[in-house]
């Protein structure tokens, strides 16, 4: 569960990092597999994983001690394609996103 505190515990984002894993290979995304997670509060993770056991952090940078909710998780595999998920979701009020076909330049 989230906690309410507008924090996550290590084991809560470790759970929320797998679960991304796997819906992202599940939807056919290829290793290695680039992660970026986004915290409210400006915090922000960044790692490769080429498997279970083969995993780098290539870049972290916290505001304060941890990434607050919501996270946005974002995963691209090595050809590009991507899947996003928001941890704590339910306290974002109003998704906002746009397809690139819909940007001016």
């Known amino acids: 569960m989230i906690n309410t ?14 679960s991304i894993y796997g ?3 599940g939807k056919g995304l290829d290793l290695p597999l680039y992660l970026v997670a986004v915290g409210a509060n ?7 994983n080429e498997g279970l056991e083969e995993q780098w952090t290539l870049a972290e940078h916290y505001e304060g001690d941890s ?3 919501p996270i946005n998780l974002f995963v691209v595999d090595c ?14 009020p109003k998704l906002i996103t746009y397809p690139l076909s819909d940007r001016k330049h």
């Not at 400006?42 to 490769?48: F, I, L």
């Not at 050809?79 to 974002?92: D, T």
């Open 42 to 48: 400006g915090s922000v993770m960044a790692e490769r």
């Open 23 to 25: 819906e992202a290979v």
């Open 67 to 69: 990434l607050e909710l």
């Open 5 to 18: 505190l507008m924090k996550t515990t290590d084991f809560e984002f470790i759970a929320a990092v797998a």
């Open 79 to 92: 050809k590009g394609r991507h899947h996003h998920a928001i941890m704590g979701a339910e306290l974002v």
